[in-house]
């Protein structure tokens, strides 16, 4: 088994700014795509990332981020959100 590296440490501003970048690429791939899985999983690791950076406060300070970045897009960004971080411990939309 191959073991995986350890990620950087990072404050919650950059991980809500890589959580965007995410959410962005995401708008454009069709549902159920291998590319929109791994992103999807991408977003989860950032929501781990942010619960250890700031728990739970920062998990919804970066999801109304994400959702006021682009209005037009908050109830689907609202989703992939929820979606991914739903076995996050203490995460509730």
């Given amino acids: 088994m191959k073991a995986t590296a350890a990620r950087k440490p990072q404050d919650a501003a950059t991980i809500t700014a890589g959580l965007l970048a995410l959410l962005t690429a995401l708008e454009g791939i069709p549902a159920g795509s291998p590319a929109g899985?791994?992103?999807t999983a991408a977003l989860r690791?950032?929501?781990e990332d942010l619960?250890?950076?700031g728990g739970v406060e920062a998990l919804r300070d970066a999801r109304t981020a994400a959702?006021?970045?682009?209005?037009?897009?908050?109830e689907a960004r609202a989703a992939l959100i929820d979606a991914a971080w739903a076995?996050?411990?203490g995460w509730t939309a």
């Fill in 87 to 89: 076995t996050l411990p």
């Fill in 51 to 53: 619960a250890v950076a």
């Fill in 37 to 39: 899985a791994a992103y």
């Fill in 67 to 74: 959702i006021a970045a682009a209005p037009d897009c908050a």
């Fill in 45 to 47: 690791r950032r929501g």
